[in-house]
């Protein structure tokens, strides 16, 4: 696994609100550590398209994080008080640079939280909480860092990795937000120190899939397009179908279907209709090119489908491989595609059912640029070395049961706690947890990564996250999560955010 180290020095914004925010943090060169996510604009196209495709199946399809295994829950220890290791810090949220007044009492959740979605070590998808944050190109994610590096499964960093703000039930009302680059502490993904389990990750500008408008286009356009498309089996009348058939370009796109009456015979023989028989690559290959039964019906059809709808033909093959001959595969975009075969059969005049035409269509404007994420959604601002004791509230998806069986959350919409954080710092040896902040909330596996918002204004729904949902806790002995905590923000947290926070990552097409 190879690691690039962020010298600190490097990590300095020069000017602009957040060199004014984060002026004084603590910083040593291995505080910091880099993986790169989607490389290039064309992975994060097809990551976002993975996800969206069939009405957000993939995403639907996602299952909470469950990094501690449901009973993986303790009784947490108190340690002393907390010991900042530079001054305390902030930066402030996009749209509060200015300080307000304002006061509401009623609890309004922040734009900016959301889920991340990826898939793990095992192949699974799963999902997180997560909320955007400040940073100088409106780019960047705040999580925890075992939602983004793979520790359970003893990974890099997870895979086809999203963000994705207002998530509801497949819905992706700003867009899906490809992760680029993933920070982390050298603790967390070297030694896998939970006293470090936050993350930063840059994003690509938001992808918004779907709509689009189809245009048709020759066969030639149809194989050449890269994008979404489809072909058609139109059904026309004889008459059309004879048009056609007079034209020595047609016979891949004019066809007829045969009845189950159909007598097979030569294409010589007086008034025969040719008709297309779909078979395997092999079979295909090895047929000629010219008219006659056997013979080639035109060039091979590649359609771009989605994910579910390529496996659920794999199944279908192994079935029935003879009524499923089609190649099925993913190209080097990331696409997965079905190729059909096909060879002529011609019939007795007057014995097809129906006449077809296949037509070509490629889908201008399905994928659209959503910009950047701050833009779209705001993001929360950033607190560091701050006293324990205060009060916070803290986002999140919880889904998972309690211990005990009982399952008060789905995980479809989020909820939220608030209270005082725990004055002391807490311990978990089983956790390797020395310095983590306890909060007393019942939220589940799915709410981890979800931000600890101090001085959250209910008017403008925006806060400062000071913390990180990292794990979950019974504290009674009850058999029951009561208590979540967070690593404890200090200068070295500031410097991974500082690194991040300076970084651009572009648009994803």
């Known amino acids: 696994m190879k690691r690039i180290l962020i010298p600190a020095g490097g990590a300095v914004l020069a000017t602009g609100l957040l060199a004014a925010g984060l002026a004084g943090t603590a910083s040593a060169a291995n505080d910091v550590d880099t993986d790169p996510m989607a490389k290039s604009a064309a992975t994060a196209k097809a990551i976002a398209a993975f996800w969206a495709d069939n009405n957000g199946a993939a995403l639907k399809g996602a299952k909470e994080s469950n990094v501690w295994d449901g009973k993986d829950v303790e009784k947490l220890k108190q340690k002393g008080g907390y010991s900042a290791d530079s001054r305390p810090g902030t930066t402030p949220p996009i749209g509060a640079e200015k300080k307000t007044t304002a006061k509401v009492q009623n609890v309004n959740l ?55 703000p207002g998530y509801y039930q497949g819905k992706t009302p700003w867009g899906i937000y490809v992760g680029k680059q993933a920070f982390t502490h050298y603790d967390f993904s070297t030694y896998e120190d939970y006293d470090r389990d936050y993350a930063f990750v840059t994003v690509y500008n938001g992808v918004q899939l779907g709509n689009g408008t189809a245009k048709k286009v020759s066969k030639a356009e149809f194989d050449k397009y890269q994008g979404v498309k489809d072909a058609k089996d139109i059904e026309i009348t004889r008459a059309e179908f004879r048009k056609c058939k007079l034209d020595p370009t047609s016979i891949e796109a004019c066809w007829v279907k045969k009845g189950s009456d159909a007598e097979p015979t030569g294409p010589d023989y007086p008034g025969a209709e040719v008709a297309k028989v779909e078979v395997n690559a092999d079979k295909y290959k090895a047929a000629k090119v010219g008219k006659g039964n056997g013979f080639k019906f035109g060039e091979p059809v590649t359609e771009i489908v989605t994910d579910p709808a390529a496996k659920a033909y794999l199944e279908n093959q192994k079935k029935d491989p003879v009524k499923y001959p089609a190649t099925v595969k993913q190209d080097a975009r990331g696409n997965w595609t079905i190729t059909h075969y096909y060879v002529q059969q011609w019939y007795k005049p007057g014995q097809a059912t129906k006449f077809y035409k296949t037509e070509f269509y490629i889908i201008e404007g399905y994928v659209k640029d959503a910009g950047r994420l701050g833009d779209n959604v705001g993001g929360q601002g950033f607190a560091w070395n701050q006293p324990t004791g205060k009060y916070v509230r803290v986002f999140g998806y919880p889904a998972a049961p309690h211990p005990d069986g009982n399952k008060n959350y789905t995980g479809i919409t989020p909820k939220w706690c608030y209270g005082k954080t725990s004055s002391k710092l807490a311990a978990s040896a089983a956790k390797k947890i020395e310095e983590h902040v306890a909060l007393k909330c019942a939220m589940t596996e799915g709410a981890d990564g979800g931000p600890w918002l101090l001085k959250y204004s209910n008017a403008k729904r925006i806060g400062y996250v000071n913390g990180v ?10 058999d029951r999560v009561d208590t979540i905590t967070s690593p404890y923000f200090d200068g070295e947290t500031a410097s991974v955010y500082q690194a991040a926070a300076k970084v651009w990552s572009g648009k994803a097409f």
């Open 469 to 478: 949902t990292s794990t979950f806790a019974d504290q009674n002995g009850n």
């Open 110 to 164: 922040p734009k900016t939280i959301g889920k991340v979605f990826f898939v793990n070590g095992k192949g699974e998808k799963k999902w997180c909480s997560a909320t955007s944050i400040q940073s100088q190109y409106r780019n960047l994610v705040a999580t925890a860092g075992h939602c983004v590096y793979d520790v359970k499964d003893n990974q890099d960093v997870m895979s086809k990795w999203v963000f994705v």
